[in-house]
């Protein structure tokens, strides 16, 4: 499985920007997608994820402000990021789990100026 994601980029406070995650490869074995996030100095944490069947969860820090999605007729995820605050820059990852593995794309930069 590979993950490519794209998307990020530079926006003043209160902007929006939408991420994907395009998934190839043996897609089918992925249960739940999900963004991660990692800030310079700072610990890469869950932003968001998504299962299969649709259910989600989200950092209580971007609950009302970011929703995931996923086209599983596409194998894209997605990250819409409205309302954005300085301190969603971060370098942005998504991951792929199967049952056995997960799997990591490379990260998209998001920069929020004030």
């Known amino acids: 499985v590979q993950l490519q994601a794209s998307g990020g980029g530079l926006v003043q406070a209160g902007g929006s920007l939408r991420l994907s995650c395009a998934a190839s490869?043996?897609?089918?074995?992925?249960?739940?997608m999900g963004w991660y996030r990692q800030a310079p100095g700072k610990q890469r944490l869950l932003v968001a994820r998504?299962?299969?069947?649709?259910?989600?969860n989200y950092a209580d820090s971007v609950k009302g402000r970011f929703t995931i999605s996923r086209d599983n007729r596409e194998n894209t995820v997605y990250l819409q990021m409205n309302s954005l605050k300085p301190e969603d820059t971060a370098v942005y990852y998504c991951?792929?789990?199967?049952?056995?593995?997960?799997?990591w794309g490379q990260g998209t930069l998001v920069t929020v100026s004030s």
């Open positions: 490869g043996s897609t089918s074995t992925l249960d739940v």
């Open positions: 991951k792929g789990s199967s049952w056995i593995k997960d799997y």
């Open positions: 998504i299962t299969s069947g649709g259910s989600t």
